[in-house]
């Protein structure tokens, strides 16, 4: 069971041929629309990659947006009981300007997402404590996921933490009710300081998320793949990623996170597997256009590794 608590946000996708200078028109190639925001991007790909049951914590706002999210994550047969309706605020928000060459820009309103606070994490307690894993990211109120972890960690559930967005300052107690943190280069850079270039760079990034009481860690560097690290099972190891053709990488780290949780066991025994299983799950996400349209399911996924 996995217990996913975050934000969900109405994606908007402007393609464009590259970012507008200062002061700087451009003319759009093409505009879409997508249900995102990376709670709901990680529950989705949790849910298709095989998580058994996944549930979710999060607020949308009393319009079509939150509908419209709302019916998505029934789609993937997602656990709604803990999604609450907000009408104080509109549903989440997000302005993705996409490049040619596939990289993104994104600007976000947080809505309803700002909104999802400790006690709806009080509400969902009993379901937070039947769970394999608890995953949260920093699209909703760091002082709710700090809440959130406390109690998992109390309880004996695992928890998995995204720190993305980056933010360098966090309370220190949630990377000690940390069992596995799971940035990108620019998010282990924000927390631990160290630039990230080479292998040798994330060892000593992961030895300070150590220090900083997370006994694992998982640093994605995008195309070229991932690292990891077992401190209480002494393994860490670089996993290249899959040579593919990117189109769009929105969502890459969500597909990657939730691939990762629905194959993962509670006792981490698997990881260097789930690593392989994510790396292959989020490099089929880059090559298709949207977040959640673009997250494969355990079929898709399968295909490419029985290769
Ligand atoms: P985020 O989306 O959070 O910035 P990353 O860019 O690090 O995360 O990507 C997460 C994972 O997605 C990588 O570890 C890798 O497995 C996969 N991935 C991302 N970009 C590519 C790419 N261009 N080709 C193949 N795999 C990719």
């Given amino acids: ?5 975050g934000s969900l946000n109405m994606d908007t996708i402007l393609t464009i041929t590259q970012l507008p200078k200062p002061g700087e028109t451009i003319k759009l190639i093409n505009k879409n629309t997508a249900s995102g925001g990376k709670g709901a991007n990680q529950a989705v790909a949790a ?34 009981t803990n999604l609450t309706v907000d009408p104080q ?3 989440g928000q997000a302005y993705v300007l996409l490049q040619e060459n596939g990289q993104n820009s994104i600007v976000i309103s947080g809505g309803t997402n700002d909104l999802v606070a400790t006690a709806d994490i009080d509400q969902a307690k009993s379901l937070i404590a039947k769970a394999d894993f608890l995953i949260a990211q920093f699209e909703v109120p760091l002082a709710t996921i700090d809440y959130a972890f406390a109690y998992a960690h109390s309880v004996g559930v695992k928890t998995i933490l995204n720190p993305a967005p980056a933010k360098a300052a966090m309370p220190a107690e949630l990377l000690r009710n940390t ?42 560097v995008g195309e070229k793949g991932a690292f990891y690290a077992d401190e209480v099972a002494h393994t860490s190891s670089f996993v290249p990623a899959f040579k593919v053709v990117a189109k769009d990488t929105t969502a890459a780290g969500d597909t990657f996170i939730g691939a990762l949780a629905a194959q993962l066991n509670p006792d981490f025994s698997n990881l260097a597997l789930a690593v392989l299983f994510a790396n292959q799950s989020s490099a089929l996400a880059v090559q298709k256009l949207g977040a959640q349209p673009s997250i494969p399911t355990l079929a898709e996924i399968n295909a490419l590794l029985n290769k």
């Fill in 47 to 80: 849910a298709r990659a095989g998580g058994a049951i996944t549930s979710f914590i999060g607020k949308i706002g009393a319009d079509p947006a939150g509908q419209q999210l709302k019916e998505a994550l029934i789609a993937d047969k997602i656990d709604i």
């Fill in 1 to 5: 069971k996995i217990v996913v608590l």
């Fill in 179 to 220: 069992d596995l943190i799971c940035p990108n280069e620019t998010e282990a850079q924000a927390i631990t300081g160290v630039t990230i270039t080479d292998e040798e760079s994330m060892r000593r990034a992961d030895q300070i998320f150590n220090d900083l009481g997370c006994v694992r860690t998982i640093i994605t």
């Fill in 89 to 91: 605020s509109g549903s």
